[in-house]
């Protein structure tokens, strides 16, 4: 038994409970029971305990649409690179980089961004990988990653013609390969989708292949409109707009995750909610990328399941949520708007998500749910209750104040000291392979 106490306590249950001086015991991989510091300590006398030091206490985060691959982007220069849209950006950046990765790269980049991710709270990671230049066992590599550092994550693979069809069978086979893999798991903490990149690189033949292919119980995970180029790819080629498409493929469904939805109309917004789909937006990218503004608002309201991630941009959800807070307020020219939108999107939508993929209770402190807790230290200059929450945490707080993380029981990081591994060996390692991936690239 562990209690993590002395600290204000957020669960995010079905009455918001907020406890100034709660606590949370953990039994095992799950959560035993959540009350006062009083309470428990007396309940479970013997139990070890970490002190939260009057700070947060609260689940752990869950990042909806990550990308691991994108890690040894960071400083990157490549030569000749100038994006003036899109697809320059795709092609110059994104692309370059995943068609030079080796697997020990991509295995790296995994220990980079999931290292990160325990920095920032995320406990629970959604990620769309692409490694064009070695895809058979891509996806074992970053689960490497992930049960060597005790991060919880569902991976798919971004299936595409880009490469020419040979490449694009061999990532349909991975995809398989690795559903079949995650469904044997039994620790609830792997899973696994079927990824597509966008409709645009993808042929009605591929589309007919992953149909064909894809093992029961999980659905796709999908670029969907986020350049106005994959709208008008659909119209010229397909004569009919992406949403139609993907459905008339059976893409559609509770299990299928659509990335961005910028360019959507009022009859696909109303397809996504018919067949229970569900949709990621990844305000920063969207925004940095120069791509528009999603109709988010507008998706949350009609009753769209609806997420938040980061699209491999930052791993601070907590940032993501900041930047989407004021990115829709200055699009609809509405100072009200997003205010309680995208908090739930983070801690109720993403929570949702999740569990259509794994099996205990997440982004929930309550008996029963999965033992992923995090610390944040935080001493409020207001009053702090059940009803204001979100205002302290998005004002007052970002990833950085995130000092201890439990994963399924497991703490970590305490304290701020990364408890899984050796922190300085893998960041060097990383900057040893980033180099060789920029020598390469540049060559
Ligand atoms: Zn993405």
Same mark, same amino acid.
């Given at each position: 038994m562990l209690i993590i106490g002395n600290g204000r306590l957020i669960t995010r249950d079905e009455n918001n409970t907020f406890l100034e001086d709660g606590a949370a015991a953990l039994s095992g991989e799950t959560i035993a029971a959540v009350g006062t510091t009083a309470? @428990? !300590? !007396?309940?479970?006398?013997?139990?070890?305990w970490i002190d939260a030091r009057g700070g947060v206490i609260m689940p752990g985060l869950i990042n909806a649409h990550e990308h691991i691959y994108s890690s040894f982007a960071r400083g990157l220069s490549i030569n000749g690179y100038n994006p003036k849209g899109f697809l320059d950006i795709l092609d110059g950046m994104w692309w370059t980089i995943d068609r030079h990765l080796t697997l020990h790269q991509t295995y790296l980049s995994a220990m980079a961004t999931y290292i990160d991710c325990i920095k920032n709270g995320v406990t629970t990671v959604f990620d769309h990988h692409a490694s064009f230049g070695h895809?058979?066992?891509? @996806?074992?590599?970053?689960e490497k990653a992930a049960k060597e550092l005790g991060v919880r994550t569902c991976l798919c693979y971004e299936i595409s013609d880009r490469d020419g069809m040979d490449k694009s069978r061999e990532s349909v086979m991975e995809n398989v390969n690795f559903i079949q893999h995650a469904q044997e798991d039994t620790t609830d903490m792997i899973a696994a989708m079927m990824g597509m990149h966008a409709q645009f690189t993808i042929s009605d033949e591929t589309m007919d292949l992953c149909r064909e292919l894809k093992p029961e119980g999980v659905g796709y995970h999908i670029h969907v409109a986020e350049g106005i180029e994959d709208l008008h790819a659909c119209l010229r080629d397909h004569g009919k707009r992406i949403v139609d498409r993907l459905y008339d493929f059976d893409i559609l469904g509770p299990k299928t995750l659509l990335g961005h939805c910028i360019y959507i109309n009022e009859h696909e917004m109303d397809l996504i909610r018919d067949t229970d789909t569900m949709v990621v937006h990844n305000p920063e990218s969207n925004m940095g990328n120069a791509c528009g503004c999603p109709p988010t608002m507008a998706l949350v309201h009609k009753g769209v399941l609806t997420g938040l991630g980061t699209d491999g941009y930052t791993h601070d959800m907590i940032e993501s949520w900041k930047v989407a807070n004021v990115l829709h307020k200055h699009h609809l020219c509405d100072p009200n708007a997003a205010w309680g939108e995208v908090p739930q999107m983070l801690f109720y939508n993403n929570p949702k998500i999740a569990g259509r993929y794994f099996k205990k209770p997440l982004g929930v402190l309550k008996e029963g749910a999965a033992a992923d807790v995090i610390v944040m230290e935080y001493d409020p200059l207001t009053p702090m209750n059940a009803g204001n929450i979100n205002g302290h945490l998005m004002f007052g707080t970002n990833g950085n104040n995130v000092v201890t993380t439990v994963c399924n029981g497991k703490v970590l990081m305490k304290d701020r000291e =990364? @408890? =899984?591994?050796?922190t300085a060996k893998v960041m060097a390692d990383c900057r040893q392979a980033a180099k060789e991936l920029a020598d390469d690239i540049n060559g």
């Open positions: 309470d @428990l !300590k !007396k309940a479970y006398p013997d139990a070890e895809i058979t066992g891509s @996806l074992f590599e970053i =990364v @408890l =899984v591994c050796d």
